[in-house]
């Protein structure tokens, strides 16, 4: 396999701004390519090693979606079950129009619309409701998702696409449906099974001092600004 004009680009990331780079490919469960470069941090004080690890963020939502199927599979929830049917708060949804006023929306939240983000959520983590809910010591999964039931969607479920919060909601329905902490359901049922033992929603002491480091990268000017992980 003929990798030169791959290993020249992960060795120019640090120059295009992108303080680090790994690289790894897999193909039937066995690593066939791996190339780092950079540091882990801008001070270039800890080179890139294989030992590092980096937050998922939004990447985590193909393993919610691969929780909720399994479900699916098993016949617990169906993708044309009502959403209301497990979390009530989603009963009457309310939507808000360009002119800020509100109406009732005609259609319900299917599992399947949290499935494609076809819901009419939005990414609002600022609402009231939603901001009081998340500031509560100890509030779980299904507390938060709750609170999102009071935030106006913005256009008829199943009707249009919108990146949004949907996924977060799919997490408390495996929650409520599976009867276990969703940390707890993907743990058992996806992780343990795949041996990713490197993969989690707690990181250990240990893990979090082998985190490489985060920044924002702002495009227009090639920089990188640091940033918190929440």
């Known amino acids: 396999m003929n990798t030169q004009k791959l290993d020249r680009l992960i060795d120019t990331m640090s120059e295009r701004g992108i303080p680090a780079c790994d690289l790894v490919v897999t193909r039937d469960a066995e690593q066939i390519y791996r190339r780092m470069s950079g540091f882990a941090d801008l001070e270039r004080t800890r080179p890139v090693s294989e030992n590092d690890l980096y937050w998922c963020f939004s990447t985590s939502k193909v393993i919610t ?4 199927m ?6 617990v929830i169906s993708p044309a079950d009502r959403l209301d049917r497990y979390i009530p708060e989603f009963a009457h949804m309310k939507i808000q129009n360009r002119d800020g006023s509100l109406t009732d929306a005609q259609n319900p939240i299917l599992l399947e619309h949290l499935f494609t983000m076809t819901a ?4 609002e983590t600022k609402h009231p409701a939603l901001a009081e809910a998340m500031s509560v010591p100890g509030a779980g999964t299904i507390d938060i ?3 999102m039931a009071q935030v106006p969607l913005i256009f008829e479920p199943g009707t249009r ?9 799919l997490a408390a329905v495996v929650e409520i449906a599976s009867g276990m902490r969703f940390s707890e359901f993907v743990q058992k049922n996806i992780f343990d099974p795949c041996d990713m033992v490197e993969i989690g929603y707690h990181p250990t002491e240990e893990q979090l001092a082998r985190f490489s480091a985060m920044y924002t990268f702002v495009n227009r000017d090639g920089t990188c600004t640091p940033r918190e992980t929440a």
Do not use: I
Request: aromatic share 12%.
């Open 65 to 68: 979606c691969v929780a909720a």
């Open 70 to 75: 399994q479900l699916v599979e098993r016949g």
């Open 120 to 123: 009419g959520m939005t990414y």
């Open 145 to 147: 998702v709750r609170a």
């Open 161 to 169: 696409y919108r990146y949004s919060l949907c996924h977060d909601v």
